[in-house]
């Protein structure tokens, strides 16, 4: 099964109590849902970049395949690389 894991940054609007818009999702596996939101077998560091690199396999099959909304922005990829 696939999950939608929504960002844990605050940059993309992640606050106590409050998830990230949709736009900051990434078709993750339920392991891998899990180990990038709560899991201590990786450093934030290394969950927050392999959640940026499953956000951005996400959009670009989202936008390849034709499913990414219309009325949303696709997000500019390179701000994730910072």
Not at 30 to 41: F, N, P, R, T, V
Not at 59 to 80: E, T
Request: net charge positive.
């Amino acid at each position: 099964m696939v999950q939608a894991a929504h960002s844990n940054m605050s940059q993309h609007g992640k606050g106590r109590g409050i998830k990230a818009s949709d736009e900051y999702t990434a078709a993750l596996c339920l392991k891998c849902h899990y180990e990038i939101d709560q899991g201590s077998k990786f450093s934030r560091e290394a969950r927050q970049t392999a959640w940026m690199a499953a956000h951005i396999s996400t959009v670009r099959k989202l936008v390849d395949s034709g499913q990414w909304p219309v009325d949303i922005p696709i997000p500019n990829q390179a701000q994730f690389m910072r």
